[in-house]
């Protein structure tokens, strides 16, 4: 499993999915989190929300995330991503990451 978690520090999960300053990608196997990198969130980058959106989603395809971990998504974000067989699941505002990804470790141990 890849899980994708928007952030802006690193340590806690983002207010805004699409604000963040950037996403956390961690890779899971057997119970263990085996990868975790830090992306710039495209979005950032001067554009139209139209354009921002699409190069979330660029990012995450290519990392093939599996499953979304956030506190907080725009219903369009939200149908974009399941139309990829990309699960959301919703956190607590300021959750730490390193709780979610053991949480995620344990589901597929």
């Given at each position: 499993m890849i899980v994708g978690?928007?952030?802006?520090?690193?340590?806690?999960?983002?207010?805004h999915f699409g604000r963040s300053r950037s996403f956390l990608i961690a890779k899971i196997e057997d119970g263990k989190?085996?990868?975790r990198n830090l992306y710039e969130n495209p979005h950032n980058k001067e554009s139209d929300d139209q354009v921002g959106h699409g190069r979330?989603?660029?990012l995450l395809t290519d990392n093939k995330v599996g499953k979304v971990v956030c506190?907080?998504?725009?219903?369009?974000?939200?149908?974009n991503l399941e139309s990829l067989k990309i699960k959301v699941e919703k956190s607590g505002l300021n959750?730490?990451?390193?709780?979610i990804l053991?949480?995620?470790a344990a589901r597929t141990h």
């Amino acid at each position: 499993m890849i899980v994708g978690i928007p952030t802006d520090d690193g340590v806690t999960v983002s207010e805004h999915f699409g604000r963040s300053r950037s996403f956390l990608i961690a890779k899971i196997e057997d119970g263990k989190v085996v990868s975790r990198n830090l992306y710039e969130n495209p979005h950032n980058k001067e554009s139209d929300d139209q354009v921002g959106h699409g190069r979330v989603l660029k990012l995450l395809t290519d990392n093939k995330v599996g499953k979304v971990v956030c506190f907080n998504l725009n219903p369009r974000m939200q149908g974009n991503l399941e139309s990829l067989k990309i699960k959301v699941e919703k956190s607590g505002l300021n959750s730490r990451i390193d709780e979610i990804l053991k949480e995620e470790a344990a589901r597929t141990h």
